[in-house]
């Protein structure tokens, strides 16, 4: 029994779903035992941030009943009861009767009611009991399929948890957003997404991205005093953060006031939410929807006169037309294309990639360049202090001893290098500066000044110094003085460019390098406003190398994306020397390397040419990473973008990819398509692979579907012209197209051709429609040939029944087995062969229908029974199919280069 609920319900394992079931179950108990949460007007949603904003701290508590302490448990669990999980849309339940409606309430099954309806009417009791059971057994397929899927793709999401911090019971306690409630106290650094909608109560060079919710990139700096209330928006309010927005840097502290759907954000879901980039898959898809539909609003039409005309009888005509548009239209797609997205971020995910967003598979596929940050990546994201050297390049350990004090305090993102410094620290067996010193202040890091500066009392020698370290120029930009051997000197231009040298050697070795500076603050009394005021004048001490190894599988890894035809480009803000020596090392050539300043000059003109030539830009701000992405999708270009950094955000939601990895921040990770469990561009290449599998598999049943569409279209009408009555019942025509899209299902678990995922695969509709008018006319050649058979050799020009029979098995035979000749451009049995589900699907098919044609249920549907004579000629006639569409295939692939 298990092994039956393991097949309906599709991957992953019991064990692996137990996280989702919990989560499930806490969203069906609030939906149960909760009171129908208000939701708030956005009028009354804006006067409240409003009032919020202009109310001092102790007010906000008052108000809120919390305090700098945070919620108790029983305090939270009240307020989760009372104000329901923070989510601005339900969570999917997956709710049978749900998924059935949207599942019946489409044009296709209303049809089938309608000829249903129209069949009762006239006393047909024989049409009405055939298409209900097939109209059943067309759902019941459907919702199987979709039920596998929605299983899988909930199963993989649960595993992709986005936390903050919050203080409870005096505590700071990680945890999912949507357990945020008000009164709640966060504390935001750098990389974090603003969980609810929040007033400020502390704040320190804090600045937020708004851009999801304005358009504008550039992040608003936030504080924490009192408002006055005027404003020309809402997000103009400084000491307000709203849901949705993320911090870019800086420090903060928060009282969460408004919490899911009554947030600013929630208030806007309506209209914002659900709404992302249409992908050139979704537009394939949607082309060929309407090209399909074209096909039958001319189709039916001219079908239903013709027949009225010359059969006399417009009832049937009218049943035999609607017939034929049920027939002409892949309502089977829909199910086809979840079935095999699924599959594919099911598969994915046994090799370490959870996909978010489904069609985000075909796209990975379609990839052509991946633009990717080397550290984790291309590195062993494994940083290691190699050397602390003073100004002339010698061993200091005073130089580590001031990083490790400024690494020690700082409250941002914790990096690789602070992490590094600190292990570091800890094994040259450093005093325990935590005790000498004492932490007053902080200017976190950011993309602008790239350095960070921790102001500490020395307790020892009762003194205020502050401690910089950051990226060497832009340290020593801010320096007026260095010191060496107790000795301090004022800077030169000769001096400047001995330390840029001694930086380009270490770079140009692969090291990474971060410079050490100090101030000694003279006023006691001194108030932190901004910190170009404070961060001057500082004397120079030397710099720290670091080396992050290259892997040892990066080589591989990048000669295998070569061969699936993926170019690699390097887009990070660190040195280019470094840089340049990593991507040698990895076996990746430094073609050219254009810098962020360099890039900053050109307009996108001058740009765009020079990004195609280019695979390594180093020094480069996030706004500098977006507009690459962007420009190279402008030079058609399918770009997957891989970062795991703040600074990699805005060039992840630009990308046609975005890939993250689990340990990456959080604004990254939310606005990545999928998530890397393992940081490794190898990982990254077996996605590739498949994501072409996937599309290989739609591709079949879009050719399969349009081709045979298209060949039906010119056998029925020929039929309808010169036939005295219909070549195929109503009700036949419905059982036939249900037997072939029951076929169709085995698809998503083919074989793909290992030529076929060599290269990126695109969606173009023109293919389609080539494919079509090729090969749609071969399966009428043979339609024709089947009725001249049926008239002249069989003589049932009196006897439709034995001629609609022997079409139906025709034509069911060819159109299932046709899926082995397009399924590769191979030669079919010899060179390729389907997978074994999709061979006895078409075999069980086949010989389903020619059961159906010779069982006791025969008469039910119209059907006769045909001369044994009838088999070979059918078997010949398959044979004749096969070997003309290969012929057609060959010819196909040497017209066009590709098949």
Not at 606 to 626: G, V
Request: proline content about 3%.
């Amino acid at each position: 029994m298990s092994k039956f609920f393991y097949y309906i319900l599709g991957e992953p394992l019991l064990s692996e779903k137990l996280e989702e079931y919990k989560r499930k179950l806490k969203d069906f108990e609030f939906s149960k035992k909760n009171p129908k949460i208000p939701v708030k007007k956005q009028e009354e949603i804006i006067d409240n941030i409003l009032n919020f904003s202009q109310q001092s701290k102790d007010e906000i508590f008052i108000n809120l009943e919390t305090d700098s302490y945070g919620l108790s448990q029983y305090e939270v669990k009240k307020r989760q009861f009372r104000y329901g999980l923070n989510q601005v849309q339900e969570t999917e339940t997956g709710n049978f009767f749900i998924r059935l409606f949207k599942i019946i309430v489409n044009p296709l099954v209303i049809l089938f009611f309608l000829i249903i309806l129209v069949s009762y009417l006239i006393q047909d009791y024989k049409s009405v009991t055939t298409i209900t059971l097939m109209l059943i057994i067309s759902v019941v397929l459907r919702y199987v399929q979709e039920t596998k899927a929605y299983n899988s793709a909930m199963a993989l999401k649960s595993k992709i948890i986005t936390t903050c911090t919050v203080i409870r019971q005096g505590k700071e306690k990680e945890i999912d957003l949507r357990d945020v409630v008000p009164g709640d106290i966060v504390k935001l650094s750098a990389g974090d997404i603003i969980p609810a909608d929040l007033r400020l109560i502390e704040a320190r060079d804090l600045y937020i991205d708004q851009s999801f919710l304005t358009g504008e990139s550039i992040p608003v700096e936030k504080n924490a005093e009192v408002g006055s209330g005027e404003i020309s928006s809402i997000v103009d309010l400084r000491n307000v953060c709203l849901m949705g927005s993320s911090v870019s840097s800086g420090y903060g502290k928060g009282v969460v006031f408004q919490t899911g759907k009554n947030t600013y954000f929630g208030g806007l879901a309506k209209n914002i939410l659900g709404r992302r980039a249409i992908t050139s898959f979704d537009m394939g898809i949607d082309r060929f929807t309407w090209l399909m539909i074209i096909f039958m609003s001319v189709m039916v039409p001219t079908v239903f006169v013709i027949n009225g005309l010359t059969k006399g009888d417009w009832f049937e005509a009218f049943l035999f037309g609607v017939s034929i548009a049920v027939g002409l239209t892949p309502h089977m797609l829909p199910a086809i294309i979840t079935f095999n997205l699924s599959k594919g971020a099911v598969l994915m995910a046994r090799k370490k990639v959870i996909v978010k967003l489904l069609n985000s598979i075909q796209n990975l596929g379609a990839m052509t360049v991946i633009c990717t940050d080397k550290t984790g990546t291309i590195t062993l994201n494994k940083v290691t202090v190699i050397h602390s050297l003073n100004v002339d390049g010698k061993e200091d350990q005073r130089v580590l001893e001031w990083a490790f004090i400024n690494s020690l305090f700082q409250t941002g993102f914790k990096n690789l290098l602070d992490t590094a410094i600190v292990d570091e620290a800890k094994k040259r067996k450093m005093r325990d500066v935590s005790r000498e010193y004492e932490k007053i202040d902080e200017i976190p890091f950011d993309f602008r000044r790239k350095r960070l500066s921790i102001i500490v009392r020395d307790k020892k020698n009762d003194r205020i110094i502050l401690i910089c370290k950051g990226a060497v120029e832009e340290v020593l930009e801010i320096c007026r003085q260095y010191q060496i051997n107790q000795k301090k000197s004022v800077i030169t231009s000769q001096f400047k460019e001995k330390i840029k040298k001694l930086n380009r050697s270490h770079a140009s070795q692969g090291y990474r390098t971060i410079a050490v500076a100090v101030k000694e603050i003279k006023d006691n009394n001194f108030r932190l406003e901004k910190s170009e005021k404070i961060e001057k004048d500082l004397c120079f001490l030397g710099i720290i190398t670091l080396l992050d190894p290259p892997k040892e599988s990066a080589r591989e890894a990048i000669k295998k994306l070569n061969d699936l035809g993926v170019e690699i480009k390097i887009l990070t803000g660190d040195n280019d020397l470094v840089t340049k020596k990593i991507a040698t090392d990895v076996g990746l050539k430094a073609n050219n390397i254009l810098l962020g300043d360099q890039i900053k000059k050109m307009t996108d003109d001058q740009l765009r040419p020079l990004i195609e030539k280019t695979n390594i830009f180093a020094k480069l701000s996030p706004d500098d990473k977006k507009r690459i992405v962007r420009l190279l999708k402008a030079n058609n270009q399918i770009v997957g973008f891989l970062g795991d950094g703040i600074n990699d955000a805005p060039a992840l939601r630009e990308a046609d990819v975005g890939i993250s990895v689990d340990s990456a921040v959080d604004i990254a990770k939310e606005s990545a398509d999928m998530i890397l469990l393992e940081t490794s561009l190898s990982v990254l290449g077996e996605g590739v692979v498949e994501g072409r599998k996937v599309f290989g598999n739609i591709v079949k049943y879009i050719r399969m579907g349009a081709s045979s569409n298209f060949g039906n279209m010119f056998s029925v009408l020929g039929a309808s012209i010169f036939l005295p009555f219909l070549p195929m019942k109503s009700s036949q025509i419905l059982v036939n197209n249900l037997l072939y899209d029951i076929s169709q299902t085995a698809i998503p678990l083919d074989n793909v051709d290992q030529e076929f995922i060599k290269r990126p695969r695109r969606w173009q509709i023109k293919d389609i429609a080539r494919f079509m008018i090729f090969f749609g006319p071969v399966s009428s050649i043979f339609d024709y040939v089947t009725y001249f058979v049926m008239l002249y050799v069989f003589n049932t020009w009196s006897n439709q029944a034995m001629f609609q029979t022997g079409w139906f098995i025709e034509s069911l035979a060819t159109q299932t087995l046709i899926v082995h000749v397009i399924r590769s451009d191979k030669i079919p049995f010899i060179q390729t062969r389907a997978s074994l589900p999709l061979t006895l699907m078409t075999i069980f098919v086949v010989s389903l229908g020619v059961f159906l044609v010779n069982s006791p249920f025969a008469s039910f549907f119209g059907f006769a029974k045909l001369p044994l004579s009838y088999w070979p000629i059918l078997i010949l006639i398959l044979l004749s199919y096969i070997t003309l569409a290969q012929m057609v295939k060959v010819f196909y692939k040497k017209r066009f280069g590709y098949y």
